[in-house]
């Protein structure tokens, strides 16, 4: 029944670009999307940045060709990259096999909800806005944006969501309740959240430095990324090319804290450890991680020391490319698993930007310049409030 | 095929099912147009230290957990997968007003923090010290049949003990909210719950939780053999011709259901295609409905699975339930059949162990 699982199509927005070919540019030319707040309503406005799609609602209205009031930024958001996805996949859905959609979310239509609530409580006006405040709402839009769908469910365990509906869609499949799988995840930036983290005391109100010594703490981002995963036979049956395989994946919670991560990373370890067992690696097998590496001192600290565990005195290359997208959540794995995918196609490493200084502890250098290298395997990492932890491998073709 | 024995359950719904002898000796209506949780005192279950901060979503789940938990007689699982529709309203609503009346000022992060939609799934992580496989899904209608069918593939996959469950929590501003929004309604006593004619449902909320074990053991009650999602289904044919292939799967027809439990909601738009399908059910099976005794939510399924349990248990269709005169001989198979805002429908498929 286990069936190989391959990556077939990916589709993406966020900071950085507005589709996979825009962001393939940034990231190969060093330039980060991250920068103050234009579109966000914050009285924070000009104190911090942020990496925002660069696109008003409007103007994502406009790309999705659909002015049903009933959308909002995270719906947008989640058509336009699954759509990429989808097309440049090749697949079609009203070809009989059975699609799911698994997309995964942690704030869904708060972006909207936030700007009428009040509002609601006086006047009937906006009460229609409630019905798109659900995670679910924006994977059936995806749904019914492509059509010909057999299966919908979402995910939400915060900023390792999408890494989870990664591992759910290949699951899935292997199962044999689906042959294929559109799977990611969306978060558009709110006040909500924008607030919460500075509550926790971990913006930083310049650009993140992940792994740096004087790191302080993360940018907020914004985005959207999808990846069609199919089946072996799926992807047989109709002579599709595949761009990756998904080899390895697990996923385990740190149980320690409900928003801070372990001192020694102990979930972070599980998960790594635990997808290297899955597709029989060992650690000398992967040619670079992709972090989690958010820059806040806790995150970094934690995953360092997980990564020294796992691996010893065999560091592979890693970087975070957060500091180019800013840190999108439930986005985050999915985005990641794009830039993976485009590792492994173009054989390039891109740059942990803004590090000088390694941490005193672990003394980790990351890759700080765009590199052409020879990669086999990836390892991408997302961990979560809530202590969930998940990791995924991903091979080149 | 890999079947999920139930070892242990607990639920915390607008019934009194937190005393765990409950069957049916009292029903309660609901408090006009939605329903309550009959919630216990939950300093019998959670440490104070953490009950303070606890919102009631989280302390829902937290409890019933711990009930299943404790009547499955396990002290760790190899997964935790939860199911909640909106998560932990009542903090996200609460830092959500802080910060649009203090214009984002002189916050403090505990609500946003608690108001994360997998909070109740990690919390059950960090009191059980459990390092394993930890899942949240927050899929409308599909929340709960999400949990259930990871957990029969993580079975499938070699685990053997899981713990499953659906949450969901309403507050005073969200029922004030949808009753403006023209979502609830009061019954028309004179019409029956599944011949509804009129639009609006009657919220509830509550929390169910199971200890499923892959194997029998002296504590299984019962088994779920199947379950499958149907996403906005075009026509009422649709759903029966999914559901006698469903039933296929496991060499059965709708002859060999006993008890049929369905999701009616008391809104005719969501609720025609199961009136459409109720005379069939009736033909073969004996209908029951079970949302007036619930409410309506993102996670009633998880309601509905905990009642087809008990209904094995004790062997007994009672008429607080049942749609028809029909009354079955012996209960080996409930079927469960629900639906959300007449998109998402599910079948859970229970048997008698």
Redesign the interface.
């Known amino acids: 029944m286990s069936q190989r699982i391959y990556i077939t199509g990916i589709g993406m927005i966020s900071a950085i670009g507005n589709n996979v070919s825009e962001s393939f540019l940034s990231l190969s030319q060093s330039k980060t999307g991250i920068g103050k707040i234009n579109y966000l309503t ?3 406005k000009d104190e911090f940045l942020v990496g925002e799609v660069k696109l008003s609602n409007a103007d994502l209205m406009d790309l999705v060709k659909d002015n049903s009031p009933d959308l909002n930024r995270n719906s947008y958001l989640a058509m336009l990259a699954a759509k990429e996805a989808v097309i440049n996949s090749g697949i079609d859905t009203k070809d009989g096999l059975r699609t799911g959609v698994i997309s995964s ?2 704030v ?1 239509g ?1 972006s909207k ?2 700007m009428f ?2 509002e ?2 006086e006047k ?1 006006d906006h ?2 806005v ?1 019905d798109t ?4 709402d924006s ?2 839009r995806i ?1 019914d944006y492509i059509g010909n ?10 900023c390792s969501s999408a890494a ?1 509906a990664v591992m ?1 869609g290949s ?2 499949i292997k ?1 044999g ?1 689906l042959d294929r799988a559109i799977v990611g995840g969306v978060d558009a930036l709110s ?2 959240t924008f ?2 983290f ?3 005391m971990i913006l930083d109100k310049e650009w993140c430095k992940p792994f740096d010594e004087n790191r302080k703490g993360l940018n907020l981002g914004e985005g959207a990324a999808f990846l069609v995963i199919e089946g072996e036979d799926a992807l047989r049956k109709r002579n599709g090319k595949a761009l990756a395989e998904v080899i390895g994946y697990a ?9 801070a991560s372990s001192p020694e990373g ?2 972070a370890t ?1 998960a790594i450890t635990q997808a290297l067992e899955m597709c029989g690696l060992t650690t000398r097998d992967i040619d670079y991680i992709n972090m989690h590496g958010t820059g806040t001192p806790n995150n970094d600290l934690s995953e360092s020391i997980a990564t020294k565990t796992v691996f010893g005195n065999h560091i592979p290359k890693f970087s975070s490319t957060k500091a180019f997208t800013g840190h999108t959540l439930a986005a985050a794995a999915s985005i990641e698993a794009v830039i993976s995918t485009l590792s492994l196609q173009h054989q390039l490493i891109f740059p942990n930007l803004n590090f000088t200084t390694p941490i005193a502890e672990t003394n980790l250098v990351p890759v700080t310049e765009l590199l052409q290298t020879p990669i086999n395997t990836i390892l991408s990492n997302s961990f ?5 932890c998940s990791s995924l491998i991903f091979k080149k073709i | 095929m890999v079947k999920a024995y139930i070892n242990g359950t607990g639920c915390i719904s607008a019934q009194n099912t937190i005393d765990e002898s409950w069957f049916f000796e009292t029903v309660a209506p609901p408090s006009v147009d939605y329903y309550n949780a009959i919630e216990p005192s939950y300093k019998e279950y959670i440490a104070p230290n953490l009950l303070r901060r606890m919102g009631r979503a989280i302390k829902m789940g937290v409890t019933t957990a711990s009930i299943a938990i404790k009547n499955a007689g396990v002290t760790n699982v190899d997964a ?1 997968i939860t199911g909640t ?3 932990c309203f009542e903090d ?1 609503e609460r ?3 802080a ?2 009346n203090n ?3 002189f ?3 505990t609500s ?8 109740v ?3 059950i ?2 009191i ?13 209608g ?2 709960f049949e ?1 949990c259930l ?2 957990a029969m ?1 993580l079975f ?2 070699g685990k053997e003990s899981i713990l499953i469950g659906g949450i969901e929590e309403h507050t005073p ?1 969200y029922v ?3 009753r ?2 023209k979502k609830f309604q009061e019954q028309n006593t004179a019409v029956p719950y599944w011949k509804s004619e009129t639009s609006g449902t009657q919220m509830g909320e509550g929390a169910a939780f199971f200890v499923l074990n892959k194997h029998q053991t002296e504590k299984s009650v019962a088994c779920v053999e199947g379950i499958q ?1 149907l ?1 906005k289904p075009k026509t009422t044919e649709d759903i029966l011709d999914k559901l006698t292939a469903f039933l296929k799967m496991y060499s059965l027809t709708l002859a060999d259901i006993d008890v049929t439990l369905m999701g009616f909601s008391l809104d005719v738009n969501f609720d025609k295609k199961l009136q459409e399908l109720l005379p069939t059910i009736e033909k073969e099976s004996c209908p029951a409905y079970f949302k007036h005794l619930s409410g309506e939510y ?1 996670t009633a399924s998880a309601f509905a699975l905990w009642l087809a349990t008990q209904l094995i248990e004790k062997q007994n269709l009672p008429k607080a339930i049942s749609i028809s005169q029909k009354a079955p001989t012996a209960i080996k198979h409930v079927l469960i059949i629900n639906q959300y805002l007449g ?1 998402n429908y599910s079948f859970m498929l229970v048997a008698k162990v």
């Open positions: 914050t009285r924070y979310t942690t869904a708060m909800t936030e609530y009040k609601m409580f009937d009460l229609n409630l405040h659900d995670c679910g994977t059936e749904a769908v057999d299966y919908v469910t979402t995910i939400s365990t915060a989870n759910l699951r899935m199962n309740l006040k909500f607030n919460g500075n509550t926790l996923n385990a919670n740190d149980a320690y804290h409900q928003t102990y979930g599980l979560g409030f809530g202590g969930n | 935790i529709g909106l998560g996200s830092f959500l007003l910060l649009l214009d984002e000022q916050l403090t992060p946003f923090i608690q108001s994360t939609h997998n909070t799934g990690s919390q992580a960090l059980m010290k459990c390092h394993n496989y930890n899942f949240t899904y927050v899929h409308r599909f929340s999400s069918q990871d593939m499938n996959e501003n004030n909210l949808y403006r929004a999602t996403y993102h998109i």
